[in-house]
């Protein structure tokens, strides 16, 4: 057989397999085809069962999956495309509503409908739903939370007389949380187990009751309570607050100490009668402190129990820590406004309300300063940083940088509830520095028992350029002082109202102005000009550590 023979052999046999090959490609081709052409779409909208309101920020998501969520928008669209015909399962969530999924057939070629409605939950929370004292709890919070977006009034009210709320009427704003302060007196309750209702009511809804059980055992002791498990100071805070209750039928007898040399107490000792308490301070000194994180342990020990409490802080070089601040003893709080209004660099006393804002400029001293225009200017306290918990000593002291052309009230401490009943203002205008005590109501500031101070004491300070003022108040010897830039101007004796013994009494500070709308007499009211590096201590500087604060801060 010739060559050529033996190629014409196979030549059918070859072209039947290239033949079978490409009807196999095209086949596959049609298939593919075929797949996408029959895909299908799903799309439908998330609304309020009750209103039929779109849900905005609703998510969805399909067959329960995360991948491929969808958050909607305020039209509660959404939509799934290019979806293989079958049953899918669509859900939907908020965190105002109850979940809910639906399940939805798509075809081939179609877009499907799949509408999903939600249930609101309740517009209010409230928690514990019930609460047991037992024999030794004094009070616990109870959280009203508004889950809304309108405000909502609860009255609370109890059914006992032995039980207490601190608040009988509260108005939640929308989206928030409140607590209130719900209390036992156990001296006005027999041995036994009692049993008491507190009823939360809301305007247009049902009433809400919270079941109270208490006990008091036949027992006559001390019982001690304190509140806190553990105390962090951070690399800021220098002092806090505990206090120690004592909650049983006798005398309570205690002593605080502490294991480490940078924590000390204000008081270490003490006797509490039966249902008393009494307030202590915690102090953090860091000053001799490497950087690190350290830890101790308050131990209160008494006849009615003891308490261990946990503490701890830090330090970091470069921090802005108070140790790392010039003449920090005794600093209760200090603004320097770079961090904005209402920050203390302690965090002891942040500002509760403030209409001054921030500003800048080449002259300020070291980045942001408050501005205070003046007629409604000022800045409140959340607190009173010259509160001194010794009932005797009635001393501190006040630093801060100025800048004004007019002058005006610098502090104010409203010494009752009504602004211009018995209110200390401390201020200059361009010839005087004044401090004065209202003590009636039809009074302005600067009438009665008031102290003026050298006849050109305002007048250094109205030149628009940056001074350093500083009121120093020393009331073991009722001497008031005032420094500017470093050097006293002057030194005069108070001896009618000194300063902190109405300040002691106060529950807020004002900086700025006079806290009252009377306005006869604007040098004396509401300051109009800048101030910076605000300092309140609750103890008198001397003038070396006046003139250290000045040269460090100038």
Not at 54 to 77: F, W, Y
Not at 139 to 157: C, P, R, T
Not at 234 to 262: A, P
Request: glycine fraction near 8%; charged fraction near 20%; include cysteine.
């Amino acid at each position: 057989m010739n060559t050529r023979q033996t190629y014409l052999q196979y030549i059918p046999g070859f072209l039947f397999v290239l033949i079978l090959c490409n009807l196999l490609l095209l086949n596959s081709c049609n298939e593919e085809g075929s797949e996408a052409d029959f895909q299908g779409a799903l799309s439908g909208r998330v609304v309020d069962i009750e209103n039929g309101e779109p849900v905005e920020d609703a998510i969805v998501s399909l067959n329960g999956q995360e991948r491929g969520s969808q958050t909607v928008e305020s039209d509660g669209l959404y939509s799934f495309d290019n979806l293989i015909p079958g049953t899918y399962t669509i859900q939907a969530s908020h965190p105002l509503y109850e979940t809910n999924s639906v399940r939805i057939t798509v075809r081939s070629q179609e877009s499907s409908d799949g509408d999903v409605t939600l249930k609101p939950l309740g517009q209010i929370a409230i928690s514990p739903s019930v609460f047991d004292f037992g024999d030794l709890t004094p009070s616990f919070d109870l959280s009203l939370k508004n889950l809304g977006s309108d405000a909502i009034e609860f009255k609370i009210e109890s059914t006992q007389g032995w039980l207490s709320a601190d608040k009988t009427s509260v108005l939640v704003p929308g989206k928030n949380e409140v607590f209130v302060k719900i209390a036992v007196n156990r001296n006005l309750l027999d041995f036994g187990q009692h049993t008491a209702v507190v009823l939360v009511n809301i305007p247009d809804k049902d009433s809400k009751t919270i079941p109270i059980s208490v006990s008091k055992n036949n027992v006559n002791k001390a019982v001690l309570f304190v509140e806190e498990e553990f105390i962090d100071f951070s690399s800021k805070l220098r002092f806090k607050d505990i206090v120690i209750e004592n909650i049983g039928d006798n005398s309570l007898d205690w002593e605080l100490t502490t294991d480490q040399d940078w924590l000390s107490v204000s008081k270490v000792t003490g006797l509490l009668n039966a249902d008393s308490n009494e307030e202590i301070e915690i102090f953090c000194d860091r000053s001799q402190l490497d950087d690190g994180v350290y830890e101790g342990t308050l131990l209160l020990t008494s006849n009615g129990g003891n308490k261990s409490i946990g503490v701890k802080t830090e330090v970091i070089s470069g921090s802005g820590s108070p140790d790392e601040i010039v003449v920090s003893v005794g600093l209760r709080t200090y603004y320097t406004f770079n961090s904005g209004v209402g920050v203390d660099e302690l965090n002891n006393f942040p500002v509760l309300e403030a209409n001054a804002y921030l500003s800048t400029d080449s002259s300020s001293l070291d980045g942001y300063y408050l501005n205070f225009e003046g007629n409604g200017s000022y800045m409140e306290l959340d607190g009173n940083p010259l509160f001194n918990q010794n009932p005797g000593v009635v001393h501190g002291a006040i630093s801060l940088w100025l800048r004004t052309n007019v002058g005006g009230a610098l502090v104010a401490v409203p010494y009752q509830s009504t602004p211009l009943f018995n209110e200390f203002v401390a201020g200059f205008n361009n010839t005087t520095f004044i401090h004065s005590v209202s003590n009636s109501s039809d009074r302005a500031c600067c009438v009665s028992d008031y102290g003026i101070y050298p006849a050109n004491a305002g007048s250094l300070l109205v030149d628009f350029e940056w001074h350093h003022v500083v009121l120093v108040y020393k009331g073991d010897t009722e001497e008031t002082f005032i420094y500017v830039d470093g050097v006293e101007i002057s030194r005069s004796f108070y001896e009618f109202y000194p300063f902190l013994s109405r300040a002691m009494d106060a529950n807020t500070l004002i900086i700025g102005s006079d806290y009252s709308e009377i306005d006869t007499n604007p040098g004396i009211f509401d300051f109009e000009g800048h101030m910076d590096n605000i300092r309140i201590y609750n103890r008198p500087l001397s003038a070396s550590e006046v003139k250290e604060i000045f040269e460090a801060e100038k």
